[in-house]
Structure formats: structure tokens, C-alpha cells
T-cell receptor
Framework: SQKIEQNSEALNIQEGKTATLTCNYT??????LQWYRQDPGRGPVFLLLIRENEKEKRKERLKVTFDTTLKQSLFHITASQPADSATYLCALFNNAGNMLTFGGGTRLMVKP | GAGVSQSPSNKVTEKGKDVELRCDPISGHTALYWYRQSLGQGLEFLIYFQGNSAPDKSGLPSDRFSAERTGGSVSTLTIQRTQQEDSAVYLCASSLNLLAGVTNEQFFGPGTRLTVL
């Protein structure tokens, strides 16, 4: 069965450091992968999309990589700030391309 | 423009009662999705609509759950004979379209927090 895994343990880092979150998947052949941010009590907010033929995508302090051989995406936040503290979710379309499946999310805590 | 809205924001009900949750998607978005999120958990996909049709209802947890969408806009999720395990935040999202190979950024509403006593 198709499965998306994110580290369920919270990631605690110091302000100014780079945060790296991991998303692994099995039994998918995704055309692209999305990353979302979710704050407590709010719905997820779209951050970045990366296609299967793109190795890396950047947006301001965010960087996403996509390795279809390893079946893994890495999400990096450089020069992290306490305001970056949130839960980050990765998501993939199913093989039929009609349903987005989310990973369980990883909570990031950036300490000042 | 206005984002996705959901109502009510909070709903407390007694076990065995029926509840109806509403979602107003962004105007012009043809695709609409319902998810459920239990405390501290990820999003559980329930159902999606392309226009008014729902091609895949397999994500609905039981036959007590149903959803409809009329006029290609507002959607309602109905839970009959609610159980305590139905307690969760129900999130609705919409996207511009639902075509394979097309980017489909989903815009989420704030959710409805359902508590079944």
C-alpha cells in the first residue's frame, strides 16, 4: 500500500540554524510533491511544490529536494526563526493523480 | 478574495445525534476535499469532489458519513448517529481544478472542531 512517513518526533533547533525535515514514501510514483505548514488551530498552508524532474526548489529561506531514487524529499529552512515553529506536512498525489495524501507531519520548534 | 470558510467553527454534540458541517470553497475552485484530523495526528483523507460528483468515497470511515456538493460550490459533510471516536477537526480544502499532472495547491479552511460527548 502507498505510505508517506515523516518523523513524528518534534525537531528542536536553535534560532539561526538550518532545520531539515524528511519525508519518505513507498509505493508511489508521484509526479510531484508538496509541502505545507500548519499552525495550531489552523488549516495547512501551501509552501512549495517540486516536480519529479526537479532536484531542488528554493523559495526565500526554504529549500526542498526530491530524490525519486531514494523516494525521499528533504525540506530545509535556513537561518531559522522562532516564527518558523509549526508542523510541516508533505503530501503526494496517489498514482491515479486524483487524491492528495498527507504525511503525519513533523513539529518544528525553533528556540531563541 | 475570500478564502475557504467552514461552519460552525466548533460543534459539541451528544452521542447518537446527527451533525452537518459546511464548507464554502473559494469561488471558481472546482475541486473540493474533506479531511479529518485527530489531536496531534496527520490529515486523514475522507472524500473529494470534482464539480458536484464524488468519484471516490472509499475514504469515508463508515456508512454514517456522507457528503454532498450542489451547484459546484458549497459542500456539506453529514455524520449520522455520532460516536465519540468521531471527535476531531474536520478540514475542508479547495483547489482550482483536479487534473492529473496539473499543480493543485490546496487552500484549506480553518476547520470545524467536533466534540462528541
Amino acid at each position: 500500500s502507498q505510505k508517506i512517513e515523516q518523523n513524528s518526533e518534534a525537531l528542536n533547533i536553535q534560532e539561526g540554524k538550518t532545520a531539515t525535515l524528511t519525508c519518505n514514501y513507498t509505493n508511489y510514483s508521484p509526479a510531484y510533491l508538496q509541502w505545507y505548514r500548519q499552525d495550531p488551530g489552523r488549516g495547512p498552508v501551501f509552501l512549495l511544490l517540486i516536480r519529479e524532474n526537479e532536484k531542488e526548489k528554493r523559495k526565500e529561506r526554504l529549500k526542498v529536494t526530491f530524490d525519486t531514487t531514494l523516494k525521499q524529499s528533504l525540506f530545509h529552512i535556513t537561518a531559522s526563526q522562532p516564527a518558523d515553529s509549526a508542523t510541516y506536512l508533505c503530501a503526494l498525489f496517489n498514482n491515479a493523480g486524483n487524491m492528495l495524501t498527507f504525511g503525519g507531519g513533523t513539529r518544528l520548534m525553533v528556540k531563541p | 478574495g475570500a478564502g475557504v470558510s467552514q461552519s460552525p467553527s466548533n460543534k459539541v454534540t451528544e452521542k447518537g445525534k446527527d451533525v452537518e458541517l459546511r464548507c464554502d470553497p473559494i469561488s471558481g475552485h472546482t475541486a473540493l476535499y474533506w479531511y479529518r484530523q485527530s489531536l496531534g495526528q496527520g490529515l486523514e483523507f475522507l472524500i473529494y469532489f470534482q464539480g458536484n460528483s464524488a468519484p471516490d468515497k472509499s475514504g469515508l470511515p463508515s456508512d454514517r458519513f456522507s457528503a454532498e456538493r450542489t451547484g459546484g460550490s458549497v459542500s456539506t459533510l453529514t455524520i449520522q448517529r455520532t460516536q465519540q471516536e468521531d471527535s476531531a477537526v474536520y478540514l475542508c480544502a479547495s483547489s482550482l481544478n483536479l487534473l492529473a499532472g496539473v499543480t493543485n495547491e490546496q487552500f484549506f479552511g480553518p476547520g470545524t472542531r467536533l466534540t462528541v460527548l
